[in-house]
Structures are given as structure tokens and as C-alpha cells.
């Protein structure tokens, strides 16, 4: 069964705008990752955050972590016409690994130029 | 980072056929490799971890004699596909972690059609 909830299913904004995705998962985790994966294309890595850390950011993407909720955000600033794609929270399988990977459902994001 | 690659990329097979689709680590050895199906708008899903030297482990709900793993070399990972029917189309990923499992790299994917 998938770990990660992601909330919204789809989002649709405009250039300049910021995206807010939230995720929720089950179990204890000793890290959470994001990636994106535009249409029909392979994955790519955005960030991994641990369960020690509450807010990391990387570029025009911001992370936080709330353990205690079990849940997760992902914020993209200004975002771009090329943001558009689809963005999975991942976290470890069996919670503490970085081998197995369970994929939420996904939020697919629409940025309009 | 480190590379992974898939090929083919796209194949298209009639009912029937097997199809072999391969993972290669580039430029690292990878004991562990594992397989994910992705359906149409749809997230990925585990199939099955692939351990060099050793059986394939699949996760619950996925037949093995329809989804041959071999991993018999420190860079290379393939699945076999047999008889492949129309609802087995699906877009495969793999990935694999590198020494140490600190980190893991997924594979560009392969778009399967079954016709």
C-alpha cells in the first residue's frame, strides 16, 4: 500500500506564483525525499530531508518535516512554466532505510506561462 | 551524480512475446537494484529488489515466473517480461544504490506497449 498521501492531486498556477504540496505518510521515518518526474520521463531528485531536521531548502524549494504529524510540505517559489511536472514524497519502506522506496500518490503540477 | 541506464528506452512486443529490459550503473557497483511499474497517471510501485549473486525478492502481489530478475553482475540488472499480455504495458524504472546504500539513482525508464 503506499506510504505517502499527497495533497493536492493536481495543482494549476500561474508563472510567478508559488506551489504548495503537502504529504502525509504512516509509519516512523529517518528521512523523506521529494522528486519530480515530468510527463512520461524519468525521475529526478530534489531533496532529502531527515527526521532530525525540520525545514531545508535548496534553491526555490523549501522542505519541511513535521514527525509528530507525519507529514511533509514541499513549497516552490516563483515558479516557472518548466516546474510543470509531476512531484512524489518518497520515504523508505520499512521507515528507516535508504534502500526500498514506497512513492505517494503524487501531485502533478501545472504551471501556465 | 552517478548514472543509470535503461535500454531499450521503448519497446513494442506483440501479445505473447517476452521482452528483456535492462539496468546498468554506469559508473558504480550496485549489489541492490530494484524494479518499479508506473501505470498511466499513476505513482510507482515496487516490484522487486534485485541482489547480485543471489534470487530476486518480489514484493507482494507480483508473479516471478512472469517477471524474471537477473542480476549477475555488479553493474547489470535485467527483467524479463514472459508472455506478455496488453495489461502488462506500463512504463518499468529501475534504480540502483550505490556502495554503502547511502544514496540510490533511478534509471531513465523503459515505456513497454504490448500489442
Known amino acids: 500500500s503506499q506510504q505517502g498521501e499527497e495533497d493536492p492531486q493536481a495543482l494549476s498556477i500561474q508563472e510567478g506564483e508559488n506551489a504548495t504540496m503537502n504529504c502525509s505518510y504512516k509509519t516512523s521515518i529517518n528521512n523523506l525525499q521529494w522528486y519530480r518526474q515530468n510527463s512520461g520521463r524519468g525521475l529526478v531528485h530534489l531533496i532529502l530531508?531527515?527526521?532530525?531536521?525540520r525545514e531545508k531548502h535548496s534553491g526555490r524549494l523549501r522542505v519541511t518535516l513535521d514527525t509528530s504529524k507525519k507529514s511533509s510540505s514541499l513549497l516552490i517559489t516563483a515558479s516557472r512554466a518548466a516546474d510543470t511536472a509531476s512531484y512524489f514524497c518518497?520515504?523508505?519502506?520499512?521507515?528507516?532505510?535508504?534502500?526500498?522506496?514506497?512513492f505517494g500518490q503524487g501531485t502533478i503540477l501545472t504551471v501556465h506561462p | 551524480g552517478a548514472v543509470v541506464s535503461q535500454h531499450p528506452s521503448r519497446v513494442i512486443c506483440k501479445s505473447g512475446t517476452s521482452v528483456k529490459i535492462e539496468c546498468r550503473s554506469l559508473?558504480?557497483?550496485?549489489?541492490?537494484m530494484f524494479w518499479y511499474r508506473q501505470f498511466p497517471k499513476q505513482s510507482l510501485m515496487l516490484m522487486a529488489t534485485s541482489n547480485e549473486g543471489s534470487k530476486a525478492t518480489y514484493e507482494q502481489g507480483v508473479e516471478k515466473d512472469k517477471f524474471l530478475i537477473n542480476h549477475a553482475s555488479l553493474t547489470l540488472s535485467t527483467l524479463t517480461v514472459t508472455s506478455a499480455h496488453p495489461e502488462d504495458s506500463s512504463f518499468y524504472i529501475c534504480?540502483?544504490?550505490?556502495?554503502?546504500?547511502?544514496?540510490?539513482?533511478f534509471g531513465p525508464g523503459t515505456r513497454l506497449t504490448v500489442l
Open positions: 534504480s540502483a544504490l550505490t556502495p554503502g546504500a547511502r544514496e540510490q539513482f
Open positions: 559508473d558504480f557497483q550496485a549489489t541492490t
Open positions: 518518497v520515504t523508505p519502506a520499512g521507515g528507516t532505510s535508504y534502500g526500498k522506496l514506497t
Open positions: 530531508i531527515r527526521s532530525n531536521e
